[in-house]
């Protein structure tokens, strides 16, 4: 709206201009008059700023003049989308305008009475009696749930005198409200902030944070870290908002939980790249190995009663020939950080009818949803299953629901298998999970926290008018640099997590920004300025990682990895000179490591010292089973000194292992060397082909020609070569025709 960007510009006028001119399409007469007693406070303000009255409060009455115009503006705007807009928030809000509202207070009776019927029936004997006023009571308990959603969802601001915010604060603070409703609350009260402002709201998610039950702190922290970033440009007229924030830093268990909630974030900003590893990795590789397992492996040996564990040697080594053991151990160890694994498996899963009600996505898991009585409902088929569902923190509330009810999809007796296998593994994965609680005290809130991101992430992604919201997962990963986070984000062991989670990911930008603002809080350290030169290379700044590497090689002298990484640069920086120094020292270090010899050996290269060049490569050579990986450097460096039997001979063998386009054409300038212009033109034929075109041969060629020429190559003869090599190919295709 061009309103608040006059605001940000500090162009108060035109934002008023502005707001008259949307006011009047609005037509409502108290917007009239709010807007009439705002524009006269500010010219009162700018009449004394001009007569050079100083007003102690000048700066607090600016900001809440401001403050009052983006309010009215806000107004005035969601009045008349609420009026013409086909979005679906709007909608929704139509919807609940046509209809009596019920309040939070009365939703908090319901609930409490809803509770206690279901405690009551609890008691009752077990019978159909029993089981159907158990269903009508989930039902009605449903029902309420999806209307309080849309009530919270579309609901209007806090501000002024309409009672809302004391009304949302006794809903959170009664001890009979079931905790699942107030989890679905929270959710519905972060989605109507994130459309619409609303600082009483934010205010209610910070005294959330506090609360004792992972699942309403987690809702409120991941509903808070995507709102503080919406609306940055807002805090300085909101203080109070960050404020309270900044109290709340003091506190270390929700610094803790907040941080978990910030790396939960730049995780989440992954999921699309592993979906798409799956998808075009992974899963092809098990689809290609499956004719093969077939012919190599019978299928008792693999499904007989040795299970698993004991797994046919033939069949590990066609996984590992693969590569794919490589890439699902990788899958293992993401899904051990916490990355979200299961996206794509469930995404398929989600136009399930259940998925069709907005409220359902982010309902938390209840095997007692009437949508999966049939599947819960015999306790003696499920009770393992309930505790695998409810206990398991890999997967989340929404992809609970989707695998529960795509069982229910299946025939009964796959129902049964299935259940079944789910209650041999259930003691098991107990057992690890409480191996992994006394590992991590803490693993129970953070995996709750992942979860609720999890269930965030699925929403916005995969919701069929998935369009018509503001998808807080393309917001920038900037955590470093939102003001409010300050307190939290820049204590030096936070802004190092952060750091790590940005550089592991390869957010190399964020991680260059962290990394400087971790040096300046910490001073020096070789680390992070090792780091910050890695990330710079990455993205291609070589001068600026040079700079880097060297600070870090002032902090900690004779690192080799460091004198490496300086080394390179200069390299690519066209300094062989100083990059020689940087390999020399590393070489008293490793002086039998052959990628140190071979980096000599370029830089030497380099400088037109051939024959000290040639020294360090016949060395490499010598040293071990990686020897070829001289052969190329010996066969030029060997051209460029003129030395054309040695570079034939290498070149031979060059010409024996996957040669390439170079490869050949390398090999064809030893051959115009010696005067062997036959053999020089069929090489070049087969770089040609290499190449894929006569102009991209051409390319190459003329790119050697100063070489030619030094090592004595007339390069005026390259013409005739081309047309040599052109009448070569013309005899070569009639060649099969005339036969």
């Known amino acids: 709206m061009a309103i608040r960007a006059h605001l940000w510009k500090k162009e108060l006028k035109k934002a008023i201009d502005q707001l008259e001119e949307l006011i009047a399409i609005e037509g409502n007469w108290m917007y009239t008059e709010r807007l009439t007693e705002l524009r006269t406070h500010y010219q009162y303000m700018l009449h004394y700023f001009v007569e050079g009255q100083q007003d102690p409060k000048q700066q607090a009455i600016y900001q809440k003049i401001t403050r009052d115009i983006y309010t009215l503006a806000d107004d005035a705007s969601n009045r008349l989308l609420t009026r013409n807009c086909p979005s679906f928030f709007y909608e929704q809000t139509r919807k609940m305008n046509r209809h009596e509202t019920t309040t939070l207070d009365e939703y908090a009776d319901i609930f409490s009475k809803q509770a206690d019927t279901f405690s009551f029936i609890g008691l009752l004997e077990e019978g159909e009696e029993k089981k159907e006023r158990l269903n009508r009571n989930q039902l009605s308990y449903e029902n309420k749930m999806q209307e309080m959603f849309y009530t919270v969802y579309t609901s209007s601001p806090t501000r002024g005198t309409n009672g809302m915010f004391d009304s949302m604060q006794r809903f959170m603070e009664n001890q009979l409200v079931p905790v699942p409703a107030k989890g679905i609350f929270l959710t519905a009260l972060t989605l109507n902030t994130l459309h619409r402002f609303d600082a009483g709201k934010i205010n209610l998610l910070l005294d959330t944070c506090r609360r004792p ?152 898991f209840d095997p007692g949803h009437s949508s999966l009585e049939s599947l819960f409902g015999d306790q003696s088929r499920g009770n393992s299953m309930i505790d695998i569902m409810l206990e398991s923190s890999l997967i989340c509330d929404s992809d609970k629901y989707s695998f529960c009810l795509s069982i229910l999809v299946m025939p009964e007796r796959y129902q049964k298998m299935m259940i079944g296998q789910l209650g041999a593994e259930g003691t098991e994965i107990k057992k690890m999970q409480e191996e992994e609680q006394v590992l991590n005290p803490h693993q129970k809130e953070e995996g709750v926290i992942k979860q609720q991101i999890q269930n965030l992430y699925r929403f916005f992604k995969l919701h069929p008018r998935r369009a018509e919201f503001n998808d807080i997962f393309e917001l920038p990963l900037d955590y470093h640099r939102v003001v409010p986070f300050y307190p939290i984000v820049r204590q030096s062991n936070h802004l190092e997590q952060i750091a790590l989670h940005y550089f592991e990911k390869n957010n190399f930008k964020e991680a260059i920004e962290a990394y400087t603002l971790l040096a300046t809080e910490r001073g020096d350290q070789s680390e992070t300025w090792q780091k910050i030169g890695y990330s710079k290379q990455m993205l291609g700044d070589i001068e600026g990682a040079l700079e880097a590497y060297l600070h870090a090689d002032l902090v900690e002298e004779n690192n080799t990895w460091i004198l490496n990484r300086v080394a390179y640069c200069y390299r690519v920086l066209k300094e062989a000179v100083t990059a020689l120094e940087f390999y020399r020292r590393v070489e008293q270090f490793r002086p039998d490591d052959m990628a140190v010899q071979l980096n000599i050996g370029h830089c030497y290269l380099e400088l037109k010292q051939y024959d000290e060049a040639l020294n360090y490569y016949f060395k490499v050579e010598l040293l071990g089973n990686a020897g070829s990986r001289a052969w190329r450097p010996i066969a030029w460096c060997a051209f460029l000194s003129r030395k054309y039997d040695v570079a034939r001979d290498y070149y031979a063998r060059v010409l024996g292992k996957k040669p390439s386009a170079h490869d050949y054409l390398n090999a064809g300038h030893v051959e115009v060397c010696v005067g062997n212009m036959k053999r020089g033109v069929e090489l070049y034929l087969l770089s040609k082909q290499k190449a894929g075109d006569m102009e991209a041969f051409q390319t190459m060629l003329y790119d050697d020609e100063k070489e030619l020429q030094e090592a004595g190559v007339d390069t005026a003869i390259l013409p005739i070569i081309l047309d040599a090599m052109r009448y070569e190919e013309e005899k070569n295709n009639r060649a099969p025709a005339q036969g």
């Open 213 to 364: 039950e992972p699942e309403l702190f987690a809702r409120a922290i991941v509903g808070l870290i995507p709102i503080f970033q919406t609306y940055r440009s807002l805090w300085p007229l909101y203080p109070e908002c960050s404020d309270r924030l900044k109290l709340l830093s003091d506190d270390p268990t929700f610094n803790r939980r907040f941080i978990t909630g910030i790396t939960g974030f730049i995780q989440a900003h992954e999921t699309e790249k592993i979906a798409k590893r799956l998808k075009e990795e992974i899963l092809p590789e098990m689809m290609k190995l499956s004719p093969m397992i077939g012919k190599k492996i019978k299928l008792d040996e693999w499904m007989g009663e040795t299970g698993f564990e004991e797994k046919n040697p033939e069949w590990q080594k066609i996984i590992d020939e693969s590569g794919l053991s490589d890439k699902l151990q990788e899958l293992t160890e993401l899904q051990m950080e916490g990355a979200d694994v299961f996206h794509s498996t469930f995404s398929n899963l989600k136009s399930h009818p259940f998925f069709l009600e907005m409220s359902n996505w982010h309902l938390p």
